[in-house]
Every structure is written in C-alpha cells, then in structure tokens.
C-alpha cells in the first residue's frame, strides 16, 4: 500500500507541474500542451477509434514479429551457449549485430519484402532476436556444472538434461532476455512505422508531427507508454517473480 501510495503522489505531482507550466503560458501550446488539450485529444482517439485501430494493428505485428524472435532467440542462445565453436563464431557475429540500431534494418528489409507488414515485422524479428539470444547465450554459460553433472549422473541426456536441467537453470536468464527483447521490438515497430507509413500507433504519431498537433504526438506517446506498462507488469514482471519464488528469493 505504501508503495502505491508513493507513486499516486509523485504522478499526481507531475500532473500538477505539468497542469501550472500549462496555465503560466510559459511556452506557446504548440511547444508544450496542456493536460486538459491532451486528454481532449485522448477522447478524440478514442471516440474516432483511430487509437484502436492503430493500436490493434501495431500489436499484430508486434505479435507476430516477437514471438518469431522469442522461439528462434531461446532455441539459438541455448544451442550457441551450449557448443564453444559456435559461441566464438556465430556468438560473436551475434554480439557484433546487435550494436547496429534496428531501424538500420530497415532499408534492407524494404529491399527485399517491399513496402508492406512484412518489411516491419522483419525489422522487429531483428530488433528483439539479437537481444534474446545473446542474454540466453550469457545465461547458459554461466550456469553451475555441477547441475549439469549431477544431471548426467542420473541419467539426464540430450533433450531430458536440456527440459530439466538447461532451461530451468538458465530460465532467469532467458526471461531478462525476453524482457530486454520485448522493449527493442516495440522500438523497432515504432521506427519502422515511423519511416514507412502504414495503419499504426507510428502513423498516429506522423499524423500528429505534420499536423503540428502536439496534443496529438503526447496522447500517442501516453498510449504508447501504457501498452509497455501492461505487458512490462503483466507478463515480465509476473514471470520474474515466479522464477524468484521457485529459486527460493522471494516468499
């Protein structure tokens, strides 16, 4: 209770900032909106479901893109950790990836699927899949050989030591690494729906900047904000705790 109450007050003291700066007139509206415009513009989303169907269509994507990285990214770190050729070579081409910014995929990705979704979920797929798999690879490396050891020694092998020892050892790991994943494919979405114009929450936030509606460009951005929280408390932050619970870090 402590903690929620917290953040009500500290939100609630940015609002009134921000609901002051807006009164003052110390900047035009253009250059820093009120809340009351923001929330009108909200309302506006709403009620022309523009902010659904943009929504709804960056989420697909999304959808589709993340969970390409999440299957391939896992499977890859684990195989990469696990054999020490392709942890020097493939592991270092991966390490090397994932220093170029997503949105440089982009040019190459219209290339060679054209201006369409595929050419963003291409974006998105190697935005999130060289995080996934280079978390999880530094996860399976680190994990204790004794478990592993131990494993063998009872008879765990090949696809039994991979469910039951592998993967529950590097399980912390691989979900930072879907955490880390999740936040550079929605990045990656929005670049590429940014530079490409297409039904979306990016095109929303175009639509604001030619505009000059910058009421528009701050509900965008709120929504954007609120999507992430969802997912980040929902899903992530759920699972971290049970893995805690499960190893015993948390009651």
């Known amino acids: 209770m402590k903690r929620w109450m917290n953040r009500i007050i500290f939100y609630a003291g940015l609002l009134v900032v921000w609901f002051l700066i807006g009164e003052l007139k110390i900047w035009p509206d253009y250059f820093v909106p009120t809340p009351v415009g923001v929330w009108q513009s909200f309302m506006d989303g709403l009620s022309d479901r523009s902010f659904f169907i943009g929504t709804l269509a960056s989420l697909k994507r999304i959808g589709i893109g993340y969970g390409i990285s999440a299957g391939i990214g896992v499977i890859l770190g684990i195989i990469t950790g696990r054999n020490q050729f392709l942890d020097e070579t493939l592991g270092s081409l991966l ?34 899949l060289l995080a996934i798999a280079t978390v999880t690879i530094s996860g399976v490396k680190t994990i204790t050989p004794i478990y592993i ?40 979405l929005m670049a590429g729906e940014l530079l490409y114009v297409s039904i979306g929450l990016g095109q929303l936030l175009m639509l604001g900047r030619e505009l000059n509606d910058m009421n528009r460009l701050i509900a965008v951005m709120l929504v954007l904000i609120f999507i992430g929280l969802v997912f980040d408390r929902l899903v992530f932050a759920n699972l971290e705790i049970a893995v805690r619970r499960r190893w015993g870090y948390e009651h």
Do not use: E, H, Y
Request: proline share 5%; hydrophobic share 55%.
């Open 149 to 188: 050891k131990a494993g063998k020694n009872m008879g765990a092998n090949g696809f039994k030591l991979l469910t039951t020892i592998l993967i529950p050892a590097a399980l912390p790991s691989i979900i930072s690494g879907l955490k880390q994943g999740w936040s550079f494919a929605w990045r990656a």
């Open 95 to 128: 390490t090397g990836l994932q220093s170029l910014p997503s949105v440089c995929w982009l040019p190459l990705s219209i290339l060679w699927f054209g201006l369409n979704d595929a050419a963003i979920i291409f974006v998105v797929v190697m935005g999130a």
